[in-house]
């Protein structure tokens, strides 16, 4: 029996309703998946415009982002952010998660508080943090200033845009990562807190030698989490800054899209985000290795 | 049957054959039909509605479709994305010179100057020396120049007055002095109440349209970034102009920051705009008692000569998907009659890309009742619009990110900033090659 006689064959005997219940997801896959990075890939190694015919260019796009100082710069920068990001997240987070898991007054309207900003749309609230960091006239500055402090120049100056950007990425997204710290504590026994307090552990003995590292699971997962989603900073530096000052806060993501929709390189643009995918990836395999072997 | 069918074929085909310069007039009686994209802001829309009526009661056999521009983050981007999905009307009247050459490269648009009459209809509404300007590198105008938007100073009287300042700066030189005088902490609380001016110092590209751009226009008397398809702006105004705005934010006459909660201008934050006639007609409807001028952009102290800006042009265009372009070029030259134009000055506030503005009778009631419009009719013959180079707007990124390195946060000399500015363009010109 040939292969295709088999194919047929086990095609056959299986249950032929199975893949009509997948195709709906088998078409989506193939029509927003599979062709757009397929063509993705093919851009590589053109030069487009979208209404200009492609046009052949070999590996000149691979060469012209070796030579590109912007790409650099803006991956410089994405990590500044992540090194910023992350660990603020999970401190931010896990001190949130503890406090809304013990006995506390009002916990779950707490709960639903820290997780409001991560259902308010990214642009609504950075265009609010905006007016909370304006120079002249934000509150942030004002309340410095009414108690004798000098303001601080957030999103104007160098050395603090990116921080700036990093704190109120923070402050959008603790509240998914509560959840998770709070699932995560949770599910710790009850009786590995009794033991402890048997032996004589005080509660920073307990934090240490207990929950942080049952929690590793799960902070394994932030940190994964954290770092696909930080990498992927976008609407922040757009709207507030559009990448200054000084190229301070020109995220990779934004510098891929000026270069797609503002410069029209599709195929430059398709360049750095394959490339761009390849770190991400390669980031995210370091991190699982190294924090899977430390733990 | 066959040879009837055959021959048929053939008379066809040489009436086909016959129609290179979009002479072929559809039949009187067939009903045609165009689709024409106004720009989508109410005023344009208005004047649109009010000329496609009377175009539909008097033309029976061809009417014209009114549709404004799909809104998006910018008509560049629409038309792009049409022409990429053969989706464009037959007519649009906001093609952005900048722009011009992805749609002419994609074969988007229809030469204008294959229609016999071209020359004649632009001719007696255009300066030669302007129209030039629109001439596309390989000697076809693909656009008829329609509005101009020169960009002026507009300056707040009353804050000036309050400072001792009684006229408007004509130099750098008189404009810091006034800025030094108009910047102050109007209530003592230590912070800075009234600024000289402001713009928005993100390295946004178009952002440099309203500050460097028509600063080095009227910098070195009417020069844009290329001549002849070679990069000239790498000299003495470009460097003067950098040097003049690094001054500004040196001197604290600008703000290094954005302005937050409504327009600085209208409320009274800072004494000079850099905008278009579009802004009289914002100011008039949001700040009534505001009592501003308009005047030319400060030019080097030791400019001589007609101070020239950027125009801001929106041009009509026929794209090529239109199955009747001598219906569409019929409807572009009903749209630039003298009376349309005078409907875009009343119900629009912008100015028509007409030589005649000041000596043509029609348009001096309108003047008389809008003294205000009379400096940008005057200004306009002094403006330029964009070179037709591509990839203008990375070109203008590159001068952007220059920008605010030496001007808003000085850590780059003028000299420094304008050469390193030309030799990014350079290598976006050469990469693009």
């Known amino acids: ?295 | 049957m066959r040879f009837h069918t055959a021959m048929l074929f053939v008379v066809s085909l040489s009436y086909v054959g016959c129609g290179g310069r979009h002479e072929s007039v559809s039949s009187s009686t067939a009903q045609v039909e165009l689709t024409y994209w106004p720009a989508p802001n109410i005023q344009e829309i208005q004047l649109a509605d009010t000329i496609v009526k009377t175009w539909n009661r008097d033309h029976p056999s061809v009417h014209v479709r009114m549709q404004p521009i799909p809104v998006s983050q910018s008509t560049e981007e629409v038309l792009l994305a049409a022409i990429a999905g053969k989706t464009t009307p037959d007519v649009c009247s906001n093609i952005w010179p900048g722009a011009l050459h992805d749609y002419t490269e994609s074969g988007g648009l229809i030469p204008l100057d294959s229609f016999s009459d071209f020359d004649s209809v632009v001719s007696s509404r255009v300066p030669a020396e302007l129209l030039k300007t629109f001439r596309s590198s390989d000697g076809h105008y693909f656009q008829f120049p329609w509005k101009t938007n020169p960009v002026m100073m507009f300056y707040n009287k009353r804050l000036f007055h309050e400072a001792g300042v009684e006229s408007p700066p004509r130099t750098y030189s008189e404009f810091l002095l006034d800025g030094q005088r108009v910047t102050r902490d109007t209530n003592g609380d230590g912070q800075t109440d009234v600024w000289m001016g402001e713009r928005d110092i993100r390295p946004i590209w178009w952002q440099r349209l309203f500050d460097f751009y028509p600063f080095y226009i009227a910098a070195s008397g009417g020069k844009t970034l290329f001549t002849d398809g070679k990069i000239t702006y790498g000299d003495e105004p470009a460097v003067s102009v950098f040097g003049f705005f690094q001054k500004c934010y040196g001197e604290h006459y600008f703000p290094r920051t954005f302005f937050q909660g409504g327009d600085p201008f209208l409320l009274e934050k800072k004494a000079t705009h850099f905008a278009g006639p579009w802004e009289v007609a914002t100011i008039q409807k949001y700040a009534p008692g505001l009592d501003f001028g308009v005047a030319p952009l400060p030019v080097p102290d030791s400019f001589r000569g007609p101070v020239y800006t950027t125009g801001d042009f929106k041009n009509i265009s026929i794209f090529s998907t239109t199955t009747h372009p001598r219906e569409a070029w019929e409807f572009v030259k009903y749209l630039v009659t003298a009376e349309h134009d005078l409907l875009m000055l009343e119900i629009c506030n912008q100015i028509p890309v007409r030589g005649d503005l000041q000596t043509n009778p029609l348009f001096a009631p309108y003047f008389r009742v809008n003294p205000l419009m009379i400096s940008f009719a005057q200004q306009a013959p002094f403006t330029r619009g964009m070179d037709a180079v591509p990839d203008l707007k990375e070109i203008f990124d590159a001068i952007s990110q220059e920008y605010e390195l030496c001007a808003v946060y000085g850590t780059k000399t003028p000299a420094e900033a304008v050469r390193d500015a030309v030799a990014r363009t350079s290598s976006i010109v050469e990469w693009n090659q």
Do not use: C
Request: zero cysteines; glycine letters at 6%; aromatic letters at 14%.
């Open chain 1, 1 to 295: 029996m040939t292969t295709a006689a088999l194919f047929r064959d086990r095609l056959r005997k299986s249950d032929s309703q199975g893949y009509l219940f997948v195709l709906p997801y088998v078409v989506y896959f193939l029509a927003f998946v599979a062709y757009p990075l397929i063509f993705s890939i093919a851009l590589m190694f053109n030069r487009w415009n979208i209404v200009t015919p492609m046009e052949w260019i070999g590996l000149k796009n691979f060469i012209r982002m070796i030579h590109d100082p912007l790409f650099f710069k803006s991956l410089e920068n994405t990590v500044i952010f992540l090194l910023i990001h992350i660990p603020l997240q999970i401190v931010v987070a896990l001190g949130l998660a503890l406090l809304l898991n013990s006995k506390l007054r009002l916990r779950f309207f707490f709960r639903a508080v820290y997780f409001m900003p991560v259902v308010v749309s990214g642009v609504v609230v950075t265009i609010l943090w905006q007016q909370l960091y304006s120079f002249d006239y934000g509150i942030l500055n004002n309340i410095l200033s009414s108690i004798g402090l000098p303001r601080i120049p957030w999103l104007v100056d160098a050395a603090y845009a990116m921080p700036s950007i990093a704190l109120m990425a923070t402050w959008k997204n603790v509240g998914i990562y509560i959840v998770l710290f709070l699932v995560g504590l949770q599910n710790i026994p009850a009786e590995l807190y009794e033991a402890a307090s048997l032996d004589g552990a005080s509660r920073a003995d307990k934090f240490m030698h207990v929950t942080l590292p049952m929690l590793n699971p799960t902070i394994i997962a932030i940190v994964i989490l954290s770092t696909i989603g930080g990498f992927s900073l976008f609407i922040e530096p757009y709207v507030l800054t559009g990448g200054g000052p000084m190229q301070s806060t020109l995220s990779t993501m934004l510098y891929i899209y000026n270069q797609a929709f503002y410069f029209d390189h599709m195929g430059y643009a398709a360049t750095l985000g394959i490339v761009f995918a390849v770190i991400i990836l390669g980031v995210v395999a370091v991190q699982r290795k190294v924090i899977e072997a430390e733990s």
